[in-house]
C-alpha cells in the first residue's frame, strides 16, 4: 500500500481511470503556462510514502504528449525514502501550454526495485555486437 498525504486543499488522489489501466493519473494543483525551451516543476499537492523495495515512476500522459508537452526527464523516480511533495517536470515545444488546476498532468506506475552488486573489472567479455551502439544492430 502506498500511503499519501494532500499536503493542499486542491489536491487530488492519483486514480486509475478503467480497470486495465497500469498507471494512475496525477493532477495538478496549480494554474501555469509551460513556455517552449523551459522546464517548469508542476505541483500535485501530495506526499506519498512508498514501500522499500519500490519505486513510482513517474511518467508522460500521451494526450499531452500529442500535443507537445513531455516530461524533460523522460521517466521520473520517485525513491522508497522520499518523503517531499511529488511534483511534475513539464516543458512544451512549439508553443506555449496552459495547465489548469485539476489537469491531469503526468502518470504513475509502481514498480519493484532491483538492486544487483557491482564490481570493477579489468575487461568485459567479448560479444558478437561487441562496442556498437546507436543503430549499430539495424535500423
Do not use: W
Amino acid at each position: 500500500m502506498i500511503k499519501i498525504v494532500r499536503v493542499d486543499e486542491n489536491a487530488k488522489m492519483p486514480e486509475y481511470k478503467t480497470e486495465g489501466s497500469s498507471c494512475a493519473d496525477l493532477y495538478s494543483i496549480e494554474e501555469v503556462t509551460l513556455i517552449p525551451g523551459m522546464v517548469t516543476a508542476v505541483r500535485t499537492g501530495i506526499k506519498m510514502e512508498i514501500p522499500e523495495g519500490f519505486e513510482v515512476q513517474i511518467r508522460a500522459r500521451s494526450g499531452l504528449a500529442s500535443k507537445g508537452v513531455f516530461l524533460p526527464n523522460g521517466i521520473g523516480t520517485i525513491d522508497s525514502d522520499y518523503r517531499g511533495e511529488v511534483k511534475v517536470l513539464m516543458s512544451t515545444i512549439g508553443h506555449g501550454h496552459l495547465i489548469r488546476i485539476g489537469d491531469r498532468i503526468a502518470q504513475m506506475a509502481v514498480k519493484p526495485v532491483s538492486k544487483y552488486p557491482m564490481t570493477e573489472v579489468d575487461s568485459l567479455s567479448d560479444t558478437e555486437r561487441g562496442e556498437g551502439g546507436f543503430g549499430s544492430t539495424g535500423v
